[in-house]
């Protein structure tokens, strides 16, 4: 009897379930970036990279987990594809991979139900991408919100 009482106990305070906070200007090494400045709302994370290039996109979901899958594109050369990361428990440094355009990977999260494939990219659950990145925060945002 013990055990149901607590169990219906958690079930009417309810599990949160925090995310990390990823937004912020980030120092990037890797996708020829230097700098990407991040956006987050929930577990949508969304925003920027500076390339020699040019200016790329790149937006993403994250999970309890601290990984972060989504899509990049760089307009200057019409060329995206996806990538995953995974952030360190404190939100300070990200290490992820990244693919050109692949139909195995969805490269447009659904942010009502988060990755359509359960946080699945081809270049997370493989040892090689076309790529790899990594980075190191510099400037904390406070535009984490929750919708």
């Not at 169990?7 to 305070?13: A, G, N, Q, W």
């Not at 990279?49 to 200016?55: L, V």
């Not at 990219?121 to 406070?142: D, H, I, L």
């Amino acid at each position: 009897m013990c055990i149901v009482l607590f169990f219906l106990t958690l079930l009417d305070i309810g599990i949160t379930v925090s995310l990390a906070d990823v937004g912020g200007t980030w120092k990037i090494i890797g996708l020829d970036a230097d700098s990407m400045s991040l956006t987050q709302v929930d577990n949508h994370v969304y925003g920027t990279y500076n390339t020699y290039q040019g200016q790329g996109t790149i937006d993403g979901t994250i999970n309890a987990q601290n990984v972060w899958v989504g899509s990049w594109y760089e307009p200057f050369i019409n060329d995206g594809g996806c990538f995953s990361a995974t952030f360190s428990n404190d939100a300070s440094h990200l290490i992820g991979s990244w693919i050109y355009g692949n139909p195995d990977c969805e490269v447009s999260p659904d942010y009502e139900r988060n990755w359509r494939y359960n946080y699945y990219c081809p270049c997370y659950y493989r040892r090689g991408g076309n790529g790899y990145f990594q980075g190191e925060k510099v400037v904390a945002s406070n535009t984490t919100t929750n919708a």
